[in-house]
């Protein structure tokens, strides 16, 4: 009896010490559930962040090396700089030639009309005047000069300011050409068109 009795007990000590060394392992794959959890929640605190913090898309002033220079990107049409002066009416690197390749890429429309003071025209649909620019809508402000300037919205900013994305803000300095990319204005200062179709 007692044989049966010590057999017993070391059968229970056994299943104790199974079941104690099974709970870490348990309790870290609870723990690795709740950290994916957290992760997969501070992600898509991160990803509203990028859309409201002004922070995240700083400006940066870049050396163009050359010809076809890919400064900067939004939604797979790429803004090209070259060296060298101002590119006003180049149907490359202007920055009215950003315009119409972007639309022309993204949504299969052709685009004029882009001088100072008028309403983009389109091939398909057309463009209106609006005051709450979104991602994406044709930006007039004017250039250093004067002189009119044309860009994309490439995000909305909290604080009442866009960052563009744009072609030909160009200036030597130096003995080299820089452009600037992330460049931010005020809501105020532009007029943005968007596009109907």
Request: charged share 20%; hydrophobic share 35%.
């Amino acid at each position: 009896m007692l044989h049966r009795g010590r057999r017993q007990l070391a059968i229970l000590l056994m299943a104790f010490t199974f079941l104690v060394g099974s709970m870490p392992a348990i309790h870290a794959y609870a723990a690795s559930e709740e950290d994916d959890k957290k992760q997969e929640s501070v992600k898509e605190i991160d990803e509203n962040n990028r859309d409201s913090d002004n922070k995240l898309l700083k400006t940066q002033i870049i050396t163009i090396k050359g010809s076809n220079f890919v400064a900067d990107t939004l939604n797979g049409v790429e803004a090209l700089y070259r060296t060298g002066g101002n590119d006003g009416s180049n149907a490359t690197y202007s920055c009215a030639a950003y315009i119409k390749r972007y639309y022309k890429e993204n949504f299969g429309v052709s685009v004029n009309n882009l001088f100072g003071g008028r309403t983009p025209n389109a091939s398909k649909g057309n463009f209106r005047s609006v005051k709450k620019p979104q991602v994406g809508d044709v930006v007039a402000c004017s250039s250093t000069s004067g002189s009119n300037h044309w860009a994309v919205v490439k995000k909305i900013n909290n604080n009442n300011t866009v960052t563009l994305i744009e072609q030909n803000w160009k200036w030597s300095q130096g003995g080299q050409t820089l452009c600037k990319i992330n460049r931010s204005i005020s809501v105020a200062s532009a007029k943005f068109y968007r596009l109907n179709q």
